[in-house]
């Protein structure tokens, strides 16, 4: 099976652009203010207003009020959601819209447990655990801490470059994988050629 691939941290419509071009399935969003990948509802949704078709644009908060969530949902039918802090599976479900939830992981973790809070999530994103940071960090944790299976699609996330992506498929074998440091060339903005490479990677592993 092809493994998907969503390109997180967007902030701008060349980088959107681009990566659609070169074949990602999804895009990420992240209206998490003391990211310096953060992005407006309104400067996201009119990014959205120019994407093609059969792309996945995906909004991601962390712990986010509700009237913020709202604010960017109402402005495209388009959206789901990436949860990324400690948001409840009826809290994450009440939105109606195709969710997942994002996990950080330690040692010692439960893993299969955790999934299992949350019933209705369409998949679960696994991503490095770093005091202070909820996501973006760059670092890539132990995969052998995941199970071999799981009950939901997973999307394998943390640290993810060209330089290591088709050992991660080939270790993990992920539903998806995420990526958004590894394919910068400064804080927000997209290296062309990272992004070219990482997809080719993904789609020939
Ligand atoms: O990307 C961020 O800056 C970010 C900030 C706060 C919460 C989540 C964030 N990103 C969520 C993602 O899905 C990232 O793609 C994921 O954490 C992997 O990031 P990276 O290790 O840089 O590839």
């Not at 003391?34 to 949704?45: G, Q, T, V």
């Not at 470059?161 to 050992?167: D, G, K, L, M, R």
């Not at 903005?189 to 789609?203: P, T, Y």
Request: charge should be negative; proline fraction near 5%.
């Amino acid at each position: 099976m092809s493994c998907r691939v969503k390109i997180c941290g967007i902030t701008n419509l060349e980088d959107a652009l681009i990566a659609c071009h070169h074949g990602a399935d999804a895009l990420g969003f992240v209206f998490y203010s003391k990211s310096p990948r953060y992005i407006s509802p309104e400067a996201a949704n009119a990014i959205l207003d120019q994407l093609p078709p059969f792309i996945v644009p995906v909004a991601l908060f962390v712990d986010a009020q509700r009237d913020f969530i709202d604010s960017v949902l109402v402005g495209s039918s388009r959206w789901i959601i990436q949860f990324h802090g400690n948001e409840s599976d009826a809290e994450c479900a009440s939105y109606k819209r195709c969710f997942y939830k994002a996990l950080r992981v330690k040692a010692g973790d439960d893993i299969s447990s955790l999934v299992d809070d949350y019933p209705n999530a369409a998949a679960i994103l696994l991503d490095a655990y770093k005091e202070g940071v909820p996501g973006g960090t760059g670092d890539v944790f132990d995969w052998s801490l995941i199970p071999s299976e799981l009950s939901k699609p997973l999307v394998l996330a943390g640290g993810l470059s060209p330089e290591n992506v088709q050992a991660a498929i080939e270790r993990v074998s992920p539903y998806a994988v995420d990526v958004s440091g590894g394919v910068e060339q400064s804080k927000g903005i997209k290296s062309k050629k990272k992004v070219q490479r990482f997809i080719e990677l993904v789609k020939t592993a």
